[in-house]
Every structure is written in structure tokens, then in C-alpha cells.
T-cell receptor, first 113, second 113 residues
Framework: KNQVEQSPQSLIILEGKNCTLQ??????????LRWYKQDTGRGPVSLTI?????NTKSNGRYTATLDADTKQSSLHITASQLSDSASYIC????????????FGTGTRLTVIP | KAGVTQTPRYLIKTRGQQVTLSCSPI?????VSWYQQTPGQGLQFLFE???????NKGNFPGRFSGRQFSNSRSEMNVSTLELGDSALYLC????????????FGPGTRLLVL
């Protein structure tokens, strides 16, 4: 069964600290994996998209990693800021099938001063 | 360049009614996808259109339908509304499909009473 699981469900960290969010998937055959940031009351914003051959991709203070062998991805946030408070959603796309997008339920990150 | 726009932003309907939501993609984008987001289920994929053709469809009942026009604008329709259809409906556009970055609109918040 194609599934995407994210952990932790929620996380509270102090401003300036680093954190890592996890995404494990059983989706196959794999096409790509995206991380989105969604602020409360707004639509998601794409942070990174990774294909099978990519191990690491950075977008400013956000660094995503992908291990296609273990079917795991992580999103590392460096030197967190208050504006990083949001939900982070992992989405995996398969190569085949009419319904080929699978979503994690997200990690709710709260950065406190 | 204007972003993805969705209308209306808020909508209140009663059970049994039908509703049509509209999405205008970023100029030049040919792919439009629709998603439903609820607190309990998270983000779920509804359908994806590219050049007026439905490319992919999620696991939603036939009450949910959509279409894309020649100018890439898209509409989704929900007939015979149920209480459980209350959600944030998000539209995202991209130039192509698969590897392309998707840009989300602000969403239409639908409340079914």
C-alpha cells in the first residue's frame, strides 16, 4: 500500500536552533518527492523537489535529503526563525497510476522566542 | 506576474446543494491540480489537468468533478454536498506536470451546513 508517514507530528523549538523533520514512504515506483511549507491560512509553498538520483538539495536554510534505498527523506532547518512556524508536508509522486500523488499528514513546527 | 487566484475565497452551502469553484493559474502555466485539505485527513489530491485533459484523479466519489478550459483556467464542481465536504480546496498550477514546481493559490474555504 502506498503511504507517506511524517514524524514528528508536532515540534516546538527555540528560535535559532536547528531541527530535522522526517518523511518515510512506501510509494512505488518512485518519481519524485516534494517538501512544502504551509503557513496557517495560506496555500502550501514548494521548498524542494527531489528525484531518484538526488541525495541532497538546499533552499536557503532548508536542506532536504533523500535516501531512495531506505525510502526516507528528511528536511533540516538551520538557525530557525519565528517565520519558520508552519506545517511542513511531504508529498511523493509515483511514476504510474491515475492517482499518483501521496501526501503525508505534515509536521506542525512552532518556533518560540 | 500574478499568482494563482481562486474564487470565491469563502463559501457557505447547505447539504444537498452543489458548488462550483474557480481557479486561474499563473500566466503560461498549463497544468492545474486540485486538492482538498481537512484537519483530519490533511491534504488529499482530487485531480490534475493538463491542456484541458484530466491526467490524474484521486480517490474521490463521482460527486467531485472538474474541467479545464482552453485558457488553462479550471473549475471544480461538487454536487449533492455533504457535511464532510467542508474543507479548504486548494488549486495549484505549474508549467508542466511531474517534476515541475507547483504554485498554490490561497484556497477556497467551503463550509457545508
Amino acid at each position: 500500500k502506498n503511504q507517506v508517514e511524517q514524524s514528528p507530528q508536532s515540534l516546538i523549538i527555540l528560535e535559532g536552533k536547528n531541527c530535522t523533520l522526517q518523511c518515510n514512504y512506501t510509494v512505488s515506483p518512485f518519481s519524485n518527492l516534494r517538501w512544502y511549507k504551509q503557513d496557517t491560512g495560506r496555500g502550501p509553498v514548494s521548498l524542494t523537489i527531489m528525484t531518484f538520483s538526488e541525495n541532497t538539495k538546499s533552499n536557503g536554510r532548508y536542506t532536504a535529503t533523500l535516501d531512495a534505498d531506505t525510502k526516507q527523506s528528511s528536511l533540516h532547518i538551520t538557525a530557525s526563525q519565528l517565520s519558520d512556524s508552519a506545517s511542513y508536508i511531504c508529498v511523493v509522486r509515483t511514476q504510474t497510476g491515475a492517482n499518483n500523488l501521496f501526501f503525508g499528514t505534515g509536521t506542525r513546527l512552532t518556533v518560540i522566542p | 506576474k500574478a499568482g494563482v487566484t481562486q474564487t470565491p475565497r469563502y463559501l457557505i452551502k447547505t447539504r444537498g446543494q452543489q458548488v462550483t469553484l474557480s481557479c486561474s493559474p499563473i500566466s503560461g502555466h498549463r497544468s492545474v491540480s486540485w486538492y482538498q485539505q481537512t484537519p483530519g485527513q490533511g491534504l488529499q489530491f482530487l485531480f490534475e489537468y493538463f491542456s484541458e485533459t484530466q491526467r490524474n484523479k484521486g480517490n474521490f466519489p463521482g460527486r467531485f468533478s472538474g474541467r479545464q478550459f482552453s485558457n488553462s483556467r479550471s473549475e471544480m464542481n461538487v454536487s449533492t454536498l455533504e457535511l464532510g465536504d467542508s474543507a479548504l480546496y486548494l488549486c495549484a498550477s505549474s508549467w508542466g506536470v511531474a517534476q515541475e514546481t507547483q504554485y498554490f493559490g490561497p484556497g477556497t474555504r467551503l463550509l457545508v451546513l
